[in-house]
């Protein structure tokens, strides 16, 4: 066991010149790993604020999320609560797992846009690196795959840091438990119906505790071995770049292709590396010889094609999301769509004309309010008229490019268009008190 406390172990992962003006924020689940990382930052002095997603999937989902609320009004500390669509937002072929690591990392890079110093803190912990080795070795991966979770990585313009990674599952619970800090436990821990599940009894069984230094001195290894030849990818390849030079990566060995690939998708953004199926299919095409129609499928809803003897990435448009989303205004005053890149803010205050949104009667206000995408049918009431209309109709004249989101009552009933048009409800008179709703990106 490490002789340093957790506190000091994570302010240690943190040392570096690089984090002086970071802004940390902590993904909050509720459970162990993510509360432990939270309370340790916390008394070791290090300022961050959390996210708390709620992936409404299991019943319980409302209880983790009122529980993440109340553990962090007790420590003032600053909490955002998105709601993410997985049912919704999942695609062919795609589990719940992935689709909800894709809507997470969706929300980090909007937010990493809008604010360059954040840095995210994820809990995962010694055993999670162990599972994840296991579970790659499983299905065959490279000596990168099986390193598994690195402590420090960069997709597109978000910063992920995971400093839990040398602590031990049940280090965090002493720590907790030390405490007296009770945690979520999600049921579905238990389910062995989730690969996961299964690679952690098969592994409580096989390593001891004596064992964990080998492994992690394999693993870490591994993980030398895959930078190294991830340096000497990169230094025959420019991988920041929009097209990929052909001529030399047709010259790279075949052990280089994995690193070249997983490193230019990073710097685009793209967290989910090639299967290795797909980068042999693609490096036999392109060695057969390269038309000027050549395309390829990557299996991650990327299209690669050839231009200007480069290999270039086209993203294929995707429809317009569905989604839907709980807004407690009156405890929560902003709320994030990463799906529509908003962030919707209610404020009490006076009517005035020079601040952009728009001002309801705030006695008449229901709460919560539901945001959700657009809707074949929709039907509004516009600002001035009496009848429905519908939002189709109203959006002729205006042709905006995309409808972000919609603000409507729990009952169904259409309030708010942000940057396009408000409803005649809740119309505000003179000196009564006013609810201003406003919209970041419209």
């Known amino acids: 066991m490490n ?4 506190p000091e172990q994570i302010q240690r992962a943190l040392a570096g010149a690089s984090f002086e003006t970071a802004r940390f924020v902590v993904g909050l689940s509720g459970g162990p790993d993510s509360t432990a990382l939270v309370a340790a930052c916390l008394e070791g002095g290090l300022e961050v604020s959390t996210v708390h997603f709620n992936h409404g999937l299991r019943a319980d989902a409302e209880t983790d999320e009122r529980w993440c609320r109340r553990f962090c009004q007790l420590r003032n500390v600053p909490l955002e609560i998105v709601q993410l669509d997985v ?11 992935m689709t909800g690591r894709r809507l997470r990392l969706s929300y980090w890079q909007n937010r990493a846009a809008r604010e360059p110093q954040l840095v995210v803190l994820l809990g995962h912990h010694q055993d999670d690196l162990f599972e994840t080795a296991m579970m790659r070795l499983l299905r065959g991966a490279n000596s990168g795959g099986i390193a598994g979770l690195h402590a420090d990585v960069r997709i597109g313009a978000v910063r992920l840091v995971r400093p839990l990674l040398g602590i031990p599952r049940a280090e965090l619970g002493r720590y907790l438990a030390e ?5 979520c436990i999600d049921p579905t821990n238990r389910d062995e119906r989730f690969e996961r599940n299964r690679v952690r009894r098969i592994l409580a ?13 394999s693993l870490s290894l591994l993980q030398a071995d895959d930078d190294a030849l991830g340096d000497w990818a990169e230094s025959r390849i420019d991988v920041t770049q929009t097209a990929l030079a052909l001529p030399a990566l047709l010259a790279c060995p075949d ?3 994995p690193r070249v690939l997983r490193a230019w998708l990073r710097a685009a953004g793209e967290a989910r590396p090639l299967r290795g199926t797909r ?9 057969s010889g390269v038309k000027p129609s050549f395309q390829f499928d990557t299996g991650l ?23 839907s989303y709980t807004w407690h205004w009156t405890e929560q005053s902003q709320i994030n769509i990463p799906e529509a890149d908003t962030v919707l803010t209610a404020t009490r205050r006076a009517l005035n004309a020079n601040l952009p949104g728009e001002y309801f009667a705030l006695e008449a206000m229901p709460s919560p309010l539901t945001v959700r995408s657009r809707q074949p049918g929709d039907r509004m009431i516009p600002f001035g008229g009496q009848e429905p209309v519908r939002v189709k109709k109203l959006l002729e004249p205006i042709k905006p490019k995309a409808v972000r989101c919609i603000v409507t009552s729990t009952a169904g009933h259409i309030l708010w268009i942000p940057g396009v048009r408000r409803a005649e409800f809740a119309r505000v008179s003179d000196g009564a ?10």
């Open 279 to 287: 980068i042999r299919e693609l490096r036999n095409s392109l060695q």
């Open 301 to 323: 809803g990327i299209t690669l094609r050839i231009r200007g003897g480069g290999l270039v990435m086209q993203t294929a448009q995707p429809a317009q999301p569905t989604f």
């Open 3 to 6: 002789k340093q406390s957790i």
């Open 255 to 257: 052990a280089l292709w």
């Open 205 to 217: 069984e096989l390593v001891r505790d004596e064992d964990r230094a080998g492994l992690l001195r």
């Open 87 to 97: 049912s919704g937002a999942r695609k062919p072929g795609e589990s719940v797992e």
């Open 179 to 183: 405490r007296k800090i009770e945690a």
């Open 433 to 442: 008190p006013a609810l201003h709703l406003s919209c970041s990106c419209c």
